[in-house]
């Protein structure tokens, strides 16, 4: 049974996980599961499209903060930038495979803005990196939850 309701408020948790809102999405989507009353596909699917948007604001949020950096609210010290912009260069874009981590990722999405990374390269690694969380995620709690 398809629930508006339930599919706003899925995608609105993985959107809101994925910016610097202290939320999480994982726990939303396994209850999701366990309650079984939801197709799966249609689950990963919101909660991936989420996610990535939320990581696009935050690439977008990169791409002009910098802007603001001698500012005294600026989020970051002039040192811990240039250790982002530094690990950035170092490990590109491959970096954003990481983007689905709960400490760190949100920043690396950040600072790929801040690199002016391509939105296509983006969008293509975040999704991987963070639909395959989701996956991999629904697969454990599927299977761990299946009758012996």
Not at 86 to 110: E, K, Q
Request: hydrophobic residues 55%.
């Amino acid at each position: 049974m398809w629930d508006l309701s339930i599919y706003a408020g899925l995608f609105a948790i993985a959107f809101g996980a994925a910016t610097l809102l202290p939320l999480q999405s994982e726990a939303m989507l396994t209850g999701l599961l366990l309650a079984g009353q939801q197709p799966v596909g249609s689950l990963l699917l919101i909660a991936t499209a989420g996610n990535v948007l939320g990581a696009v604001v935050n690439w977008w949020l990169g791409r002009y903060v910098e802007q603001y950096k001698d500012r005294r609210w600026f989020p970051a010290s002039p040192a811990q930038l240039a250790r982002g912009q530094a690990a950035y260069a170092r490990w590109g874009y491959w970096s954003l495979l990481l983007s689905w981590m709960p400490l760190g990722g949100d920043a690396l999405t950040v600072i790929a803005g801040v690199m002016r990374e391509p939105p296509w390269r983006f969008l293509l690694v975040v999704t991987l990196a963070k639909g395959g969380r989701y996956l991999f995620l629904a697969g454990a709690v599927l299977w761990f939850a299946a009758p012996a």
